[in-house]
């Protein structure tokens, strides 16, 4: 998924509980899917950003070149203007994007 197309909020809103627990029956579920989502959603960011950044690597770092990359500066301050993955992650689901499955409730 594009990330960096989401329209998740850059802050934190006051969301209406009743909306989470409407798809699962259960709050507590909800809850704990979101925090899944948000993780695989770090993880990839972090392993986006980190390919990215291996570009610019060096192997014979100078002073000069450290203050004076500028590009690598410029990813770092995208990723950072990016929503937060729990931001995301709690879009995703009020949109019924995440797809999960209960192994208890629906055992297959």
């Given amino acids: 998924m594009d990330f960096k197309k989401t329209n998740a909020n850059q802050s934190i809103v006051t969301r209406d509980i009743r909306k989470f627990d409407a798809e699962t ?11 899944k989502r948000a993780n ?9 950003l980190t390919s990215k950044l291996q570009e610019f690597g060096s192997n014979n770092d100078n ?12 990813v770092s301050k995208f990723y950072e203007k990016l929503p937060k993955p729990s931001l995301i992650a709690v ?9 999960y499955r209960n192994p208890t409730k629906n055992p297959e």
Avoid at 40 to 48: N, R
Avoid at 63 to 74: G, K, V
């Fill in 25 to 35: 029956g259960n709050i507590y579920e909800a809850v704990s899917i979101m925090s």
């Fill in 91 to 99: 879009q995703e689901f009020l949109e019924e994007k995440i797809y």
């Fill in 63 to 74: 002073l000069e070149e450290i203050f004076e990359n500028r590009e690598q500066i410029e």
């Fill in 40 to 48: 695989q959603i770090s993880t990839e960011l972090k392993e986006e």
